[in-house]
């Protein structure tokens, strides 16, 4: 499908040009001019656009947690045009409208052009929905070009404006850090101290000859052979958001192989894998995205949307939540990709083939859960997690699925004031992803307060086998200082002091 664009902003004097075109002002609105009622619905409705070709497209959490931080980015960018206070991330008050402008219909057109356009960027193959949304909103791209239509011109120049500052921020979008061309490839020059480990045969200890640090896994998906490779492994170097750099609050490093630390907590994740009861697979497997495949981040959106709807909160309040939030899993993704990349920490699968060679333990069989919990012997150990991805393609410290979640949880506790979430699911009888057969009845997983949440994502990849409860727990504090420091910039920009 050939792709839109609207403007070319890809060098100073043009921006110029459009900014001078479209006109500012920081005028107060007359005194005889009522304040416009708040919009709703145009933010939220855009971020379950964006997280729907997540979805479509399988774009892993990294990747993702950069995409949904540009849509984000670009419409607050749009919407601090229309504020008489904020800030734009990038253009700071060079989009600012004159009051006459500052209705609620040309924000929300503003804020609904900048999302196709950042849209369009990231998830090109979704063309066809994103228009789709425009035309519910009796919009269309050509609208952008159309000189009596400024709202639009506003919102494609705002998205620009984070397109274009985004294009070098070390994420490879564009293929050009790499010879072959590919989007997002690796141009750090990693490779594994291991070798591939089978995971349908016995790994014998020869085959791991670095026990304590990552190993990629061949495995058949849908009848082909599949051998991991370490996904992005240069995130840790993409350029953040708040923080200085990836490293910022990168964790202490994890349990050293040989250590007691590292025996014990291989010994825990066999003996947790051995007990787990119907409730803890039915956590291991809504956490991990279930059926619908929803990524971690993801969870938080839909979470904050529910707050949202719970507190009634207008469009205004949306731009500045779902603008914090976004970056703040941006943030934590190039925080834990950091430490994953600089631990290159083994995985339980690797440890625990290892360790537990010729000892018979309780495990699932390599077909996966689904056959049920066997003696087999250590060396071919398996975790709680389907055999066609029996472990994620990176290294074990930090966990994402903690760093993302106690970022996200930061951002709600700051935004809203309270710790307070109170917000429970059902999963249907015999749905789970996992083991199809189970739960055997529904259960209700509920959470009093977002640390619940984040402490339940955290250990639900203990219940999967695919983590060390150090990743979790070290991931959880990770999170909150990234969530901290996202939260007090963002904050600082739409209160027009940063």
């Known amino acids: ?80 045009a229309y504020d008489s206070v904020a800030l734009g991330q990038y253009l700071g008050a060079q989009l600012r409208r004159p009051a006459a402008e500052r209705t609620p219909a040309n924000k ?50 705002a998205a620009h404006a984070v397109l274009d500052r985004c294009r070098d921020d070390g994420a490879n979008q ?58 992005t492994p240069f995130w840790g170097s993409v350029r953040p958001f708040a923080l200085g750099a990836g490293g910022q609050f990168r964790p202490p490093p994890p349990a050293a192989f040989g250590s007691r630390e590292f025996i014990d907590q291989a010994e825990q994740v066999v003996q947790v894998q051995a007990t787990l009861t119907e409730r803890q697979k039915a956590i291991a497997d809504y956490w991990a995205g279930s059926t619908v495949g929803e990524l971690p981040g993801s969870y938080w959106c839909r979470f904050a949307q529910l707050i949202s709807e719970r507190n009634d909160y207008s469009d205004d309040d949306n731009i500045k939540l779902f603008f914090a939030l976004a970056n703040a899993v941006f943030d934590a993704s190039i925080a834990a990709w950091d430490a994953k990349r600089a631990y290159d920490f083994a995985r339980p699968i690797s440890a625990i083939r290892y360790l537990m060679q010729g000892r018979i333990i309780q495990s699932f069989g390599p077909e996966g859960p689904a056959g049920g919990l066997r003696p087999v012997a250590g060396e071919a150990w398996m975790p709680f997690h389907p055999a066609s991805a029996p472990t994620p393609a990176f290294p074990d410290h930090v966990s994402g699925h903690s760093t993302f979640s106690a970022a996200s949880a930061e951002i709600l ?30 259960v209700t997983l509920a959470w009093e307060t977002f640390s619940d949440a984040v402490a339940e994502a955290g250990i639900s990849r203990v219940y999967a086998g695919i983590h060390f409860e150090r990743a979790s ?26």
Not at 19 to 44: F, R, Y
Not at 126 to 142: D, K, V
Not at 486 to 498: E, K, M, P, S
Request: charged share 15%.
């Open 1 to 80: 499908m050939k792709r839109r664009t609207f403007l070319t902003m890809g060098s100073a004097a043009a921006l110029g040009s459009a900014l001078t075109a479209c006109g500012g002002s920081d005028e107060p609105p007359p005194p005889s001019q009522p304040e416009p009622p708040a919009q709703v619905g145009t933010v939220i409705a855009w971020n379950n656009t964006a997280l729907d070709a997540v979805r479509a497209t399988r774009m892993p959490p990294p990747i993702a947690a950069r995409a949904l931080a540009i849509v984000h980015s670009a419409m607050y960018e749009a919407w601090a």
């Open 108 to 157: 929300a057109l503003a804020i609904s052009f900048a999302a196709y356009t950042a849209l369009l960027d990231q998830f090109p193959s979704q063309q066809a929905a994103f228009e789709a949304h425009l035309a519910a909103l009796n919009s269309r791209p050509i609208d952008a070009y159309n000189n009596s239509a400024t709202a639009p011109r506003v919102g494609t120049i």
């Open 174 to 231: 564009n293929g050009k850090l790499t010879p072959g061309g590919m989007p997002f490839a690796d141009y750090s020059g990693y490779l594994p101290r291991n070798p591939p480990l089978l995971i349908t045969q016995p790994t014998p200890r020869a085959s791991i000859p670095f026990p304590g640090l990552w190993q990629p896994l061949s495995f058949d998906a849908g009848g082909v052979r599949r051998t991991q490779t370490f996904l």
């Open 413 to 442: 506790r700051r935004f809203t004031g309270s710790d307070t979430f109170r917000h429970e699911v059902t999963i249907a009888a015999r749905s789970l992803l996992i083991d199809p057969a189970l739960p055997s009845a529904p």
């Open 473 to 498: 727990t070290d991931g959880r504090t990770l999170g909150t200082q990234v969530g901290a420091a996202v939260f007090a910039r963002a904050q600082a920009l739409w209160l027009g002091y940063a």
